[in-house]
């Protein structure tokens, strides 16, 4: 019992808004020594127990470095945005008169949803796509339908490309065969006895995809109708 | 054979020359927090595999306390004017470079796994994938490199400047992953999950509907991951109650059940990759700013999922 500490940790520490690397080093560290609460706890077994964690954490750091490869692409992205990828990007969406920042949105929630039910998750992501592409495509758009875009409503748009993209991802994959959370399911189902044919699972992903593609999209076109309240101010 | 060796120390040598970089860039009042940052992240990146774990920790603990003090800074950017006439010039030309990781990558996931030189593969079979990336992203930075006749001096330069804009929350997502081992180790899910089953109502079929989707949301958010909730809620609620005792559908309460634990990836920090790095990539002033823009898709779709996994669970 004493372990949820840790999770308590990670709780109170982004309720009062600590940098979330600290949070995440202080809340393992709590999990660990928690763990150890019985009676008859001595400094030393502490001292060892906050080892073996750090040696815990450590290890799966480490194991986990795979995670931040995505950033090697950071030079390309600066170059391309040094060349003006972000400017062409908005000349493209300027020189559509009917472009508007929901319909844009909604194109690319169908492109991203459409693709991740390929398989093809690695065709969008926030470094490669939402910065120097759809988010400035959507601002542009925005521009338009309001010239005088006030700083929160340019960041609402930017944010809500990041979460278009999210959105498109997470209710796009599953419904791909042998994407890893359709694979961890029919795991652990066959390891407690039940057997299920990934296919049985991805045809039940496409529901809650339909109506995540209705539910956001709805959002998206009613932004549209935001900007143009707030224009028309 | 090509594995994941070679991506750590081409993300290694960048940065190293990112910490080389901050270190001589006066523009930028906390440099030096910057330096000792990705010069630690740039060993890890080089030496980690040969590093006692204990080290390996210290060196994440070392980086949590530069972010948590707030040691990092940014430097000013090359002041810039030409960007508009250069996109004039490039025209849609400049989006060549932009597709090819993505098209090398997905090439090179659905070809590279069976190609074998001299009876070695010659990729890493479990990390195709990853390799792929990474040939796709240094072929199209030389694709650029020489399309702009740049120097790569220019390419690391506006990568570092990209780099210390997203700044520590870039380490977030692989530090949340260190501290889910640790949550595993100390069996914190199964904690979870027994509280679950002691103190929720699971008197009825939907009773036990409404625990179990919501639940891994809401389990999902604290770890911030659903694969991590789903095995342990599952086991808790889904398999003995839903399906063993109610009779439900394993494929259709599993299927769904994982979904509703996505509606609570898209709420909480604990998603750094998809939550908070994006905010900082996109410059927004509130942390939280992406959570806030999907909050209310992912209740909406939350409340739908579990009012789809009653009424299809127990029909089929």
């Given amino acids: ?233 | 054979m090509i594995g994941l060796g070679v991506l750590y120390v081409l993300a290694g040598l960048l940065f190293a020359i990112f910490a080389v970089g901050s270190a001589t860039d006066r523009t930028n009042p906390r440099r030096w927090g910057n330096t000792i940052f990705w010069g630690l992240f740039s060993l890890s990146f080089l030496a980690g595999s040969w590093l006692p774990d204990v080290v390996n920790g210290l060196i994440l603990v070392a980086m949590a306390l530069v972010a948590g003090f707030n040691l990092m800074g940014k430097g000013e950017p090359v002041p810039q004017t030409d960007r508009a006439e250069r996109a004039a010039r490039w025209g849609n030309r400049l989006f060549i470079p932009a597709l090819i990781p993505p098209i090398v990558t997905l090439t090179g996931t659905l070809t590279l796994k069976g190609v074998e030189i001299g009876g070695q593969p010659l990729v890493d079979p479990k990390q195709v994938t990853l390799v792929s990336l990474g040939a796709g992203i240094v072929l199209a930075t030389a694709v650029a490199l020489v399309m702009f006749r740049a120097s790569p001096a220019v390419a690391v330069r506006e990568g570092r400047r990209l780099m210390d804009s997203v700044s520590w929350a870039g380490l977030l997502p692989q530090a949340l992953a260190a501290l889910g081992a640790v949550f595993a180790a100390a069996q914190v899910g199964d904690v979870i999950g027994g509280l679950a089953t002691t103190w929720l109502p699971l008197n009825g079929p939907l009773a036990a509907v409404i625990a179990y989707s919501l639940g891994m949301a809401l389990f999902t958010a604290i770890m911030g991951n659903a694969f991590a909730a789903f095995p342990v809620m599952t086991a808790a609620i889904a398999l003995p109650l839903i399906i063993g005792k109610f009779g439900g559908d394993p494929a259709i309460v599993c299927a769904i059940g994982m979904l509703s634990g996505f509606c609570g990836t898209l709420l909480t920090p604990m998603a750094a990759n998809f939550n908070i790095v994006p905010a900082a990539l996109l410059e927004l002033p509130d942390r939280n700013g992406v959570i806030k823009a999907q909050a209310p898709t992912a209740l909406l779709l939350l409340l739908a999922n579990t009012v789809l996994m009653y009424a299809l669970a127990y029909r089929f």
């Fill in chain 1, 1 to 233: 019992m004493w372990v949820l500490l840790g999770v308590a940790v990670v709780v109170v520490g982004f309720a009062i808004r600590l940098n979330p690397l600290l949070i995440v080093v202080l809340a393992a560290l709590v999990t660990g020594l928690a763990a150890l609460i019985a009676p008859g706890l001595t400094p030393a077994v502490l001292l060892a127990g906050a080892i073996d964690t750090l040696a815990v954490l450590g290890k799966a750091f480490k194991d986990n470095r795979y995670i931040s490869i995505t950033w090697l692409i950071l030079p390309l992205i600066g170059l391309l945005e040094r060349e003006g990828l972000q400017e062409r990007a908005k000349t493209l969406i300027q020189k559509l008169r009917s472009a508007t920042t929901g319909r844009l949105l909604l194109i690319y929630l169908v492109v991203r949803q459409g693709t991740s039910a390929l398989g093809l998750t690695s065709l969008g992501g926030h470094p490669q796509m939402v910065r120097p592409l759809i988010a400035p495509m959507a601002e542009a758009a925005a521009e338009t339908q309001d010239p005088d875009l006030s700083d929160a409503s340019r960041n609402k748009v930017k944010a809500l490309a990041a979460a278009t993209d999210n959105v498109g991802l997470f209710f796009g994959e599953d419904i791909f065969i042998a994407i890893a959370s359709i694979l961890l399911i029919k795991g652990f189902l066959e390891a407690n006895g039940i057997i299920v044919q990934p296919l049985e699972l991805s045809v039940w992903a496409i529901p809650t995809a339909i109506l995540a593609l209705l539910i956001h999209g709805t959002r998206l076109l009613l932004l549209d109708r935001a900007l143009k309240r707030e224009a028309g101010r």
